[in-house]
């Protein structure tokens, strides 16, 4: 054991260093520089998990893993390799595929944790959020706010799969989470085509005189494919007839939002999804906060710090905290994302370096 | 003249009235009640016109009075009957019939006064807002918030009005208006379906990422009545199913909102959109501030303060501060309103007071 | 009569004017550039009112005019002399000097309208803000924001006079003042050097967890001369240190604010004090919206756009809207200020221009 | 292993888990109840330690162990014995003691970290906050939040002993640290009564002109005793004449906050201080998030969960999420406390529960 500077241990040196323990105290100047490194160094890694293995695994499991109260859904998470022991894909982010059989149903439950699906093929589920049934389709991000009841059932014969985005490490970590049990069947088993929170608020820039207060999570439970991937169109459409609507040259993006507020649809998670032209690449970005990308189509390159990986439909990505990421199209290419840059800048620590942008620092 | 307690005047006295006078000031207590009443006392009165009235000098106007540089506009505005000198609809709000002959353009200019357009009848005009033109249609409610450079042109052989809402009054008195003429044409005089603003922004709970700050005033510049009516009738129609969603038993209400903040469209006026059932009555209703309101579809009776008016298409109203409105719906009974209640709000002086419910005090 | 582009009348352009009148409306393109001006040209003129001379007619009210219920307050109020017929010293701002002989009370009411009161010279009054008694004193701010029950007595048998500062004139152009009658008496004698509210409030950063929420107004009720005397002495002996800390060479200002947002002290008024020190010099200024200064010591000159007053202890000046102004310090120099600032803020409308930093445009 | 429903396993299953396993994934069913549990269930437990020991360990330090670049600081922590092998108070919150020997230097630095100081005995040291050098004495909260330069150093042949409280172990766990090396020596040795952060900021209720933009940390560096003893003598005496202030019967409490928000100080760390009367008990607190505590004066209970501790002068404890706490004084009892509340309140995740209140759910 050593001192600050180096000096070997005397007698009265070590008795010290067993009094911290002994104490439960431990000494700063021993671990300073992994507490307080001179830039972030996550423990996670970046990490690519292939859609197929993903299907083939929860496929497997919804024919030998019943879904039922206790263990309350067929979710399998995505385990950060960096982060063994959890099944965590990033220190405050939870993703998994959730898989759910011809007429099954998963149980109510509510918990303080934000939760979302998103849907990268697939149909015939409804995910039903305070008695609201909410229909689940290719390319929808469906929310469930912290504290909804919520429950999802199969109105078909045919399996459904979808990727569920949590905050549970973050929740678990902070110790901030209740759960409770609701009714074992859905509450309310129709499949409408719109549910009654969209029939309430998916009316642009249109609130109802109803609802004028403001929410810390989006009231609105369904973005639909439809508005997402016009939204996005109309981006490209517009930098091709010369008027600025994209991030960048060739690279279109929406935020989700909360209607109530313009923020974000959740206090700890936020979406975006994106769109890149053929050919098009976007510069390095170093960004404090980690977050986790689903290809929902076309092909490209992701490139994580020094790796590349070649990603396509369905193919899941974690870019952990200032590690810096890009991506290359090689053809038309979209790509849902979620991450945790509303806890970051709630709580003062954003941070975006671009070096291509801001020069080497 | 008399003393705070009715004593009559000496001579010491008189010299003193006389020396406020001349020093440039007054007593408190002579003019303490008008100045601070019991409740609200507006020297603006309840008032309607006719829309088939406005529309003829309208038209008549553009007959006779060519629009051009330095008048601007060929707009005629509702002077309340209580402010006599002014042509102010409300102590804080201008409201104007403008009116567009075939093939006319009303010239590029700004000013610090926000103001929009709402369509109750027509079509054929492109307003042009930094450069980007807007459709006009019957029951789009168009924004041109302050400082933005806009213009109008007709882009048929056919007439078309509308009606103008403005700060007006507010921004004259307070003394905060600027003003800066821009080009004798539109800058652009292309006529879409759709302005670039409503490409960007008119996604439901989306926002583009290349537009992520906060705005004062909402970046979409149009809302189309399609939305509107959609979204009034999703109120009713889940009112029918048994769910909330509607202000009161047959009375559905959107407010328009700026998508950056959940907020009003502008800082000085807020626009909202209601429908009644046939047959429905509202409660009456004592609210700080004032309101215009416009029928735009259907029949029925406004009550206000002791007097009861029929109303149908294309007529207006003023509610000035504090006189209690209902409304009876004798067919279906579509009204489009704005008022002044962001700047009550936002300086602390909101009340509302509806006896039916509240209970006399 | 003339139209738009100056033709002369035709019998149905007389008769169209005539209508318009007849219908309760008028046309914009007659008043539009006084309605709508090129930069803010406010009714209201520069003015100053010599503090001897307020005092000498206060005096006299005080020997004449007997305070009491009704009238309410023995205040006599600035009238700009570009504002006929009201005792406004601005279009939105009321001060007023108030006068209290020895041993008398001004009777307790309340109403919407924020209030405050400052004071020039003397002692001996305590104003009680809902049952807590506020002692008065030289260079003292204290507030007492809408809807707060307050009454003033003396509890001397020298008579005392201060200035009291209002919204009374937004407030009842806006139409949104209630009023209510209080006790006769104030509702607690005590004369406290200290109030209840400085107790739990007037603590430099410390709140009371008894009291965590967001107020509208502040609750600290009296800002002591003090605290503002230290605060602006520490500006300019850190600025002689060489250390940032005053808003330009010389000049050292502070704003009394709300301790549970860092905003105004209430929603209507902004109050501050400024201290030059001997023959500093400020750069004129344009500024959107209205305000009152009042010299608490020293000698020197204002610039009021194109006049120049020598002012002293006591002397009030009014800045109407973009008006620019420049202080000039003979002998050191505090002045006190408030304004409308919080108005024009909030509704969008602020702008500043300091042609000497920002160039002539 | 078992499947939901605790079905034996079958080779398909073995392998589904072998697979979940070698595909860098884990299913939610096995661990569900321990991610998300019915209420929060931390890792870290309740934990009292006493000043003398810790002060004793610091002593030996500083006589064993030298200060400077590298180790930094000579700050031992306090390790939540739930939380082994970190240096954990909470999973949120650090907390070390720091030794400083005569005439020593810690060297400056700055990080994202938010950090504090608070002195339970002791003076002679001054913190040096981008080179404003601030005394450090008995009683005061001195503030370096994120990313400001700091060191410290002793103008005294006398050591001396503080508390640091930071948020290393939020920062850590989401990566979002950075950190950067500066002066060897502090860059300002003066040690001077007041800083120049005091001089601008401690004036109850007024802010400088010359800094008004919203900051997310304080300005304000210091919150000295003398003010934060008078706020809750205030509390007290009021309490004592019948008015309201405290926040129970004989428990006295403030929050140290920023001036220019009147929220937290920082935005991860919330600091109060709690002063008990003689004799005076609280009910138990359930509070989701988790905090520390220390003694300033006095001797009392504190009962955390199930166990009662006696604790006195200097004395810590930490009280985890969730876990009941309660206080019982034996004398007049001052304690100092920080926690991660506005973490827990920004994320939206706060919850309290006080039976003798709510009653039991």
């Known amino acids: ?19 911290f323990e002994a104490n ?15 830039t972030p160094a996550p423990a996670a890694v970046p990490h690519v998990w292939r859609w197929s293995n993903l299907y083939d695994i929860a496929k ?38 959730q898989y759910l059989g011809g007429h099954e149903t998963a149980p109510e439950h509510r918990h303080s944790q934000n939760a979302f699906r998103f849907v990268v093929e697939g149909e015939g589920v409804w995910t039903v959020v305070n008695g609201d049934p909410v229909r689940m389709s290719r390319g929808d991000l469906l929310l469930t706010p912290g504290w909804n009841f919520h429950g999802h059932h199969n109105d078909t014969a045919e399996p459904m ?7 549970i490490p973050l929740s678990n970590y902070t110790d901030v989470g209740f759960f409770e049990f609701g009714s074992d069947r859905v509450t309310d088993e129709a499949s409408p085509d719109v549910s009654r929170a969209e029939r309430l608020w998916a009316h642009p820039g249109l609130r109802p005189l109803s609802g004028m207060e403001q929410r810390v999570s989006s009231p609105l439970s369904a973005y639909r494919w439809e508005h997402t991937d016009a939204a996005l169109a109309e981006q490209l ?42 050919g098009a690449v976007t510069p390095a970005r170093h960004e404090v906060g980690s977050s986790v990308w689903q290809v929902f189509e076309g092909r490209g390159e992701v490139v994580l710090g020094d790796e590349t990986h070649r990603v396509e439909k369905g ?10 990421w890009s991506l290359r199209a090689e053809t038309g290419f979209d790509l849902f994302r979620f991450s945790d840059a509303p806890v970051i800048e709630r709580l003062g620590f954003a941070r975006t370096y671009v070096p291509e942008r801001d020069g080497v620092r």
């Open 24 to 38: 439960s105290t431990a000494p700063l100047w021993t671990q300073r520089d992994d507490l307080m490194p001179m």
């Open 60 to 97: 497997r499991s919804g024919d030998l893993v019943p879904v039922g109260r206790g263990g309350e859904r067929r979710a399998i998470g995505l385990r950060n390799p960096g982060l063994p022991g959890t099944a965590y894909a990033t220190p405050t982010l939870w993703c998994a595929i």
């Open 161 to 167: 799969a979808w990727i569920d985005g949590l905050d």
């Open 315 to 324: 193919d899941l990505f974690v870019v952990p905290s200032w590690v810096p």
């Open 237 to 278: 459409a517009l930098e091709d007839e010369g008027y600025p609507a994209t991030v960048e040259q060739g690279h279109a993006a929406i935020r989700f939002s909360n209607p109530t507020t313009g923020g974000d649809v959740m206090p700890t998670i936020r979406c975006e999804f994106h769109r890149l032209r053929e």
């Open 1 to 19: 054991m050593e001192t600050m500077d180096g000096r070997v241990d005397s007698p009265e040196l070590e008795q010290l260093y067993a009094d």
